[in-house]
């Protein structure tokens, strides 16, 4: 599980975020929503360990955490097999084919990851977060750019993921498809920043 | 309880400076002028190196403040990493020129002194090439500073930077050591070898000392302020951005 | 570990990895100086041993930049840099995957390049072993200015300009065994400094590289 | 006033000239970008204040 407690974080110096706490239980899912630039992403890295936060502590271990963003670190030269025995074999999980079966990749396998459609290159990315085997999908817009066909796949994988007692902590601006999953409008923690000279130690750039 | 790190403070820094720099100043232009004056118009002629001894009033001074200017980079660069004061960062930030000039004079000024003395401009002797690759150091410092956006970014990366060069650096003058044993005379304080210098060369050579370093010290003051004030100014637009 | 490895091994092998592309630049280096120097067996002789390395640095130097460019513009570092692997592995792990795409070749078509060169006979052993000895430095401190300008536009010249003044004690020390090699002279000393300082880079450089490239990533 | 350089009067000459050239455009380049970084500045805080 995960819980996030009065977490603070920046972005290019500047405090963007304060005091966001939520907590997830196996087999929940959250939804950060807000407008662009309001701290999605910069709460996402933040949560995945990727950068450091102002204040406040995030209580999962990272251990459980698979981290992605809309690229997908998918390596066009190599087949779509090569690509998650990759993964797999980085993040020390055996057998890619639960994976393959399940997101209907399995014809594909040996194919270039460059030939794949658009939406086969989604399906890749989504069987990537499942070889990966963490509970805790830490998702940045996930469907961003994706077909109708492609969202409903999406929140099927999510769904299935989730009634395995897995977590999923996503950020969107568009509508995922998940109805049953939590949401969190970041905007009521934009961060209250300092008075001009208000005479704080570095918060005298600010 | 008034400790040394409230100077990291930029507020405090920003007012402590507002009335020591005109002083920094003022005392840089008085001593160097002195000392220079004093070297140029008031010192005897060496017997065998003629009138060009008198360069030594530059080139010793500013040879000196490109590795001091270095070292105080580096001290800087440390206490950024350890620390987290942004004043360490940007005074690092603003002295990189300054070492860079100092470095350039002391090249500039050996090229000079030794184009009649060694009857070549330039030499590749251990230390010409040692402050050849120093000026290399300062100018990949600097073009780092100046590409990245991000501030506290820029800080990180170029005080990591700034330490591993400095281990380059080292190792790069014993290499250069190594690879050819030089023309160049062995301690700065003496003009010949064997001898000790005169007093009446040594006396404006220490006062050019006290004013180069005064001069880097004016101009160091003079360059932070100005970076934290830039560094103040990014930070109110992108606030402003935000809102 | 091995699966980064064998991965970015398999990248730079396959179509568009630029495997080759330093190899050709060793290659048209070593004939463009004897075109701009003469012909003359002696001249080329005495300045063979720089020429190769001045080269084999440059050819280094060239395919710098694709250690972690692409990684980083695909997301992949990002999700290596969450991944339970310790950054400090993958960046030894990519210096090393460098090296036996770049330095390894460098130093094994090194002998027919000091043939087009007069090296000296005395000298190819020295050649090899320096360049066996240095080029793995070379990498490594690559990689090192690799992950300190990963996120830059316009980076690659900056890190030409940041990584070659790294590189000039490994430069100093491996040419010096292999012009005294040449001159039949003992090259114990700077072989054992060029031995030293890739050892120090080695065990030390990495940690740098991977402190660089999480304040890059954050 | 000016001491006699002897023959070389153009080395000794060129290195001061350089050298205070050199301090000298420094020292004017960091008082130019000082001088526009502060007004910038200034302009910034005030047009905050006016905005609330």
Redesign the interface.
């Known amino acids: 599980m995960l819980s996030v407690q009065g977490l603070a974080c920046a972005r290019?110096?500047?405090p963007?975020l304060e005091g966001v706490s939520f907590a997830l239980q196996a087999g929940q899912a959250l939804v950060l929503r807000g407008p662009n630039?309001c701290g999605k992403t910069t709460l996402l890295?933040t949560v995945?360990?990727?950068?450091?936060a102002l204040a406040g502590e995030v209580s999962a271990s990272?251990?459980s955490?698979?981290?992605?963003?809309?690229?997908?670190?998918?390596?066009g030269?190599?087949s779509v097999r090569?690509n998650l025995?990759?993964?797999a074999?980085?993040?020390?999980t055996r057998g890619i084919g639960a994976a393959l079966e399940q997101m209907n990749l399995r014809a594909l396998a040996d194919r270039a990851a460059q030939n794949l459609s658009a939406g086969q290159k989604r399906r890749l990315g989504l069987a990537r977060l499942i070889v990966t085997g963490r509970p805790l999908w830490v998702l940045d817009e996930p469907t961003v750019s994706l077909d109708a066909a492609s969202v409903a796949l999406f929140g099927a994988v999510v769904r299935a993921h989730l009634a395995q007692g897995g977590m999923a902590l996503m950020a969107t601006h568009i509508d995922l498809g998940l109805p049953e999953a939590a949401i969190l409008d970041l905007t009521p923690y934009k961060a209250r920043?300092p008075e001009?000279?208000a005479?704080g130690?570095?918060e005298?750039?600010? | 309880m008034a400790s040394f790190w409230e100077y990291a403070?930029?507020?405090k820094f920003m007012r402590v400076t507002d009335w020591l720099l005109p002083i920094v100043a003022v005392a840089a232009v008085v001593v160097t002028a002195t000392g220079l004056i004093w070297g140029f118009f008031f010192t005897p002629d060496d017997f065998r190196q003629g009138a060009t001894v008198k360069i030594v009033f530059l080139h010793v001074p500013a040879a000196m403040m490109a590795i001091n200017v270095w070292v105080m980079m580096l001290v800087a660069s440390l206490i950024w990493l350890i620390r987290?004061?942004?004043v360490s960062a940007l005074a690092a930030k603003a002295a990189a020129p300054i070492g860079l000039t100092m470095t350039l004079i002391g090249l500039i000024t050996g090229a000079v002194w030794g184009q009649p003395m060694w009857g070549t401009w330039w030499a590749w002797d251990p230390r010409l090439t040692s402050f050849l690759i120093l000026f290399l150091f300062y100018l990949g410092y600097i073009a780092l500073w100046a590409a990245i956006d991000?501030?506290?970014t820029g800080a990180d990366l170029t005080a990591v930077l700034c330490l591993v060069g400095s281990v380059f650096a080292v190792l790069s003058r014993y290499a250069a050591l190594f690879w050819n044993q030089g023309l160049h005379q062995g301690a700065s304080l003496s003009v010949q070898p064997g001898t000790r210098m005169d007093w009446a060369y040594k006396a404006p050579l220490y006062t050019c000392m006290l004013g180069f370093g005064l001069v880097f010290l004016a101009l160091l003051l003079a360059g932070t302020r100005t970076e934290?004030r830039a560094?103040?100014m990014k930070?109110?637009v992108?606030?402003e951005r935000?809102a | 570990m091995?699966?980064?490895l064998?991965?970015d091994l398999?990248?730079a092998l396959?179509?568009?990895?630029g495997f080759g592309l330093g190899l050709a630049f060793f290659l048209i280096l070593a004939v463009l100086v004897p075109l701009g120097v003469g012909p003359e067996p002696a001249t080329l002789a005495l300045i063979a041993p720089g020429i190769l390395w001045v080269g084999a640095l440059l050819a280094c130097l060239l395919s710098l930049d694709r250690i972690f460019a692409l990684?980083f513009?695909?997301?992949?570092?990002?999700?290596?840099?969450?991944?339970?692997?310790p950054l400090e592995a993958v960046v030894t792990i990519k210096a090393l995957a460098h090296w036996l795409t770049t330095g390894l070749p460098l130093v094994l078509i090194s002998p027919v390049l000091g043939l087009l060169l007069f090296l000296p006979a005395d000298a190819y052993l020295w050649l090899i072993l320096s360049l066996l000895l240095g080029t793995p430095a070379l990498s490594v401190i690559g990689t090192f200015g690799a992950a300190l300008t990963v996120g830059l536009k316009r980076g690659g010249l900056l890190m030409s300009l940041l990584v070659l003044p790294l590189y000039i004690p490994t430069l100093v020390f491996g040419a010096e065994v292999v012009s005294r090699g040449a001159q039949g002279l003992a090259v114990n000393t700077p072989l054992a400094l060029l031995a030293g300082i890739t050892a120090g880079a080695v065990a030390l450089l990495p940690f740098a590289s991977a402190l660089v490239l999480r304040i890059n990533?954050? | 006033m000016i001491p006699d350089l002897g023959r070389y009067t153009l080395e000794v000459s060129l290195a001061y000239v350089v050298s205070l050239g050199l301090i000298g455009v420094l020292a004017f380049f960091y008082w130019l970008r000082g001088r526009s970084v502060k007004r910038q500045l200034a302009e910034i805080?005030t047009g905050?204040g006016k905005n609330g």
């Not at chain 1, 074999?89 to 020390?92: H, K, N, R």
């Not at chain 3, 513009?73 to 692997?85: I, K, N, Q, R, Y």
């Open positions: 290019g110096g500047l963007l630039g890295r995945a360990g990727l950068q450091p990272t251990d955490i698979a981290y992605a963003a809309h690229a997908d670190g998918i390596k030269t190599l090569e025995e990759f993964w074999a980085i993040y020390g920043l001009p000279g005479g130690f570095d005298a750039f600010l | 403070n930029p507020l987290r004061h942004h991000d501030p506290d934290i560094r103040r930070a109110l992108a606030r935000m | 091995i699966a980064l064998i991965r398999r990248l396959r179509a568009g990895g990684d513009e695909d997301g992949s570092l990002d999700l290596l840099a969450t991944a339970p692997v990533l954050r | 805080e905050r």
